[in-house]
């Protein structure tokens, strides 16, 4: 599996993103899926996961109502679509697999971290 994140720049407060991470190695469809986000100075926070199958999906709560995560597995992508951000979203995202119990937000239940991508919100 390798991972790799893309999507993000910078945009204004209120604005919109869509995050992907995609898997080259093609072999990630079988795994669910998380997103985290690190912000200078601050540890990894967990963003949001889905299953394989995309049939289910949980989320922080400081995300819900604002961020939406979908798969694609025909295309080996995983989306974070990110709404009304906020100068506090600005981190780097990053995708991993989870090896843990569904419905865990804990960063050592997820493992094969890919390389992340930069949001920045300005005010």
């Known amino acids: 599996v390798q991972l790799q994140a893309s999507g993000g720049g910078l945009v204004q407060a209120g604005g919109s993103l869509r995050l992907s991470c995609v898997d080259s190695?093609?072999?990630?469809?079988?795994?669910?899926m998380g997103w985290f986000r690190q912000a200078p100075g601050k540890e990894r926070e967990f963003v949001a996961a889905?299953?394989?199958?995309?049939?289910?999906?949980y989320l922080a709560d400081s995300m819900k109502g604002r961020f939406t995560i979908a798969r694609d597995t025909a295309k080996n992508t995983v989306y974070l679509q990110m709404n009304s951000l906020k100068p506090e979203d600005t981190a780097v995202y990053s995708c991993?697999?989870?090896?843990?119990?569904?419905?865990?937000?804990?960063?050592?239940?997820?493992?094969?971290w890919g390389q992340g991508t930069l949001v920045t919100v300005s005010s």
């Open positions: 190695g093609r072999t990630f469809s079988n795994f669910d």
């Open positions: 889905i299953r394989w199958s995309g049939s289910s999906a």
């Open positions: 991993a697999l989870l090896r843990g119990s569904w419905g865990s937000k804990a960063p050592a239940d997820f493992y094969s």
